[in-house]
């Protein structure tokens, strides 16, 4: 299917009618049966709360489960085997920060005569054209202006330079990554040893400070361990369990011929990278993780993560509203891991500062009245397990990425899962009045490099 093309196979439509009477009638039962039947409303607080119980049981199974991505074979191609690669990178609005990434682009360790590397730039962006000019690309790497066009999103400038790519695979990077420079052979291996079934593999992406002292460390800090949990536990824990995921903003290695096939990107959603996971598992093929890594900037202060995040938020409630219009190749598996990875997020964040405001209250109340605290066995169950899942998995992801994260930052999640709400609510406001607005994160080019330990000292260098 051409979901570029299709109508409820994109984003382009928010909910289809089917959709939207459904969820309409829902509310409306809910609502109606609660005031009728108030014991109703006791059984749906039971429901959550085992929900949410079974997702942190998830969460602590992960750790179980995960281990580092297996290495590729050190065994490489000679020179002139080495299969074509098309690096892209789709900017806005990047004129400070792009000679960064040229030169980190560079720095990538692959045959030159094997690479091709498309800057993918929007027409009216004169400030970021004019620095490329002004540049002295690598031979493989080209300005590709994309013309202008509806909707003027990352994944329509992909669309357009995959049209172009002669690679027989394709990855992308964003404004600030710094990429592994062997992440590009570790791929390719993995995908020789994988087989034909795999069609994307995920490098993790991990954060690293602005500047040595920076001016808000606990949410970025906040935001690195997200990161961690994600792509140090999450994901390679997903893999083996042979299990679809969200894919990444950025570091996807694909099989170009897939990607064709799937029509590229829904240019329409504006998390492309969660719904393309999807559906690549749909079509019958697999996805995977390596080890190199990409690093990352955190997004800033508030007023820079709240938009990057209601983004995010937003794509996921677009991700999942088209991914449960039709059945055909989810199977169960896939509907877990839709549920347990786009749902679980959404309906945590949706509930964050509701449950933590009542808690509170509880507390508070019981304090006054001199007594303890008076909640349920399984209400403390969910509360001390939940959080400790939390606080456990990224604790375990952090350590793996090497990111601190202490008592002080266990202790912030608190006021930051406040933040994940207020962005869910901005969201919700956002997929009716804007679906397809794009919040652009301005990147900035002040970051202090880090020198990390080669965890992965074999995999790919036995081939360059």
């Given at each position: 299917m051409d979901y570029q093309q299709a109508g409820t196979g994109s984003a382009r439509i928010t909910l289809t009618r089917v959709q939207a009477i459904s969820i309409g009638f829902a509310l409306t039962f809910g609502v109606v049966v609660a005031a009728a039947v108030p014991r109703f409303a006791g059984w749906l607080l039971i429901s959550t709360?085992?929900?949410?119980?079974?997702?942190?049981?998830?969460?602590?199974g992960l750790i179980a489960v995960q281990a580092s991505a297996p290495k590729a074979s050190s065994a490489g191609w000679r020179h002139e085997d080495w299969p074509r690669y098309t690096i892209v990178a789709a900017l806005y609005h990047e004129a400070q920060i792009l000679p960064h990434l040229?030169?980190?682009?560079?720095?990538?360790?692959?045959?030159?005569?094997?690479?091709?590397?498309?800057?993918?730039?929007?027409a009216d962006d004169h400030a970021t054209i004019a620095a490329a000019s002004q540049l002295k690309l690598p031979d493989w790497l080209s300005v590709l202006v994309v013309p202008p066009g509806t909707p003027k999103t990352k994944p329509r400038a992909l669309n357009y330079a995959l049209a172009r790519a002669t690679g027989d695979f394709l990855t992308i990077y964003?404004?600030?990554?710094?990429?592994?420079?062997l992440q590009l052979k570790e791929a390719a291996m993995k995908f020789r040893d994988e087989g034909d079934a795999l069609a994307c593999v995920q490098a993790p992406l991990r954060i690293r400070s602005r500047q040595k002292n920076s001016p808000h460390p606990l949410l970025d800090r906040q935001f690195a361990a997200e990161y961690a949990a994600l792509f140090e536990i999450t994901l390679p824990a997903m893999t083996r369990l042979g299990l679809p995921?969200?894919?990444g903003g950025t570091s996807n290695h694909f099989r170009v011929s897939v990607l064709r096939a799937l029509g590229g990107w829904d240019s329409w959603n504006v998390t492309e990278d969660a719904d393309l996971g999807f559906r690549i598992w749909r079509s019958g093929f697999r996805l995977g993780v390596i080890s190199r890594p990409t690093y990352e900037t955190p997004p800033g202060p508030v007023r820079l993560w709240?938009?990057?995040?209601?983004?995010?938020?937003?794509?996921y409630l677009q991700t999942l509203a088209v991914h449960t219009r039709w059945t055909e190749g989810m199977g169960w598996r896939g509907w877990a891991a839709l549920i347990l990875?786009?749902?679980?997020?959404?309906?945590?964040?949706?509930v964050h500062a509701g449950c933590m405001a009542w808690v509170a209250v509880v507390c508070l109340m019981s304090a006054m009245d001199r007594q303890l605290p008076s909640l349920s066995v399984l209400g403390w169950a969910v509360l001390i397990v939940g959080v400790a899942a939390a606080w456990i998995t990224k604790h375990r992801g952090a350590r793996i990425a090497g990111t601190p994260y202490?008592?002080?930052?266990?202790?912030?999640?608190?006021?930051?899962?406040?933040?994940?709400s207020l962005a869910f609510m901005h969201a919700a406001v956002r997929l009716a009045l804007e679906p397809h607005r794009w919040d652009k994160t301005p990147h900035q080019d002040h970051v202090e490099p880090i020198i990390v330990a080669d965890a992965y000292p074999d995999a790919g260098r036995a081939a360059a």
């Open positions: 709360q085992v929900g949410f119980l079974t997702l942190a049981a998830w969460r602590l040229v030169e980190r682009l560079d720095a990538i360790d692959y045959p030159r005569d094997r690479l091709q590397g498309f800057l993918a730039l929007e964003d404004a600030e990554d710094d990429p592994d420079p995921f969200p894919l709240l938009p990057q995040r209601t983004r995010w938020l937003k794509g990875t786009i749902g679980a997020g959404l309906g945590s964040a949706a202490g008592l002080l930052d266990m202790a912030a999640s608190l006021p930051y899962w406040f933040l994940l």
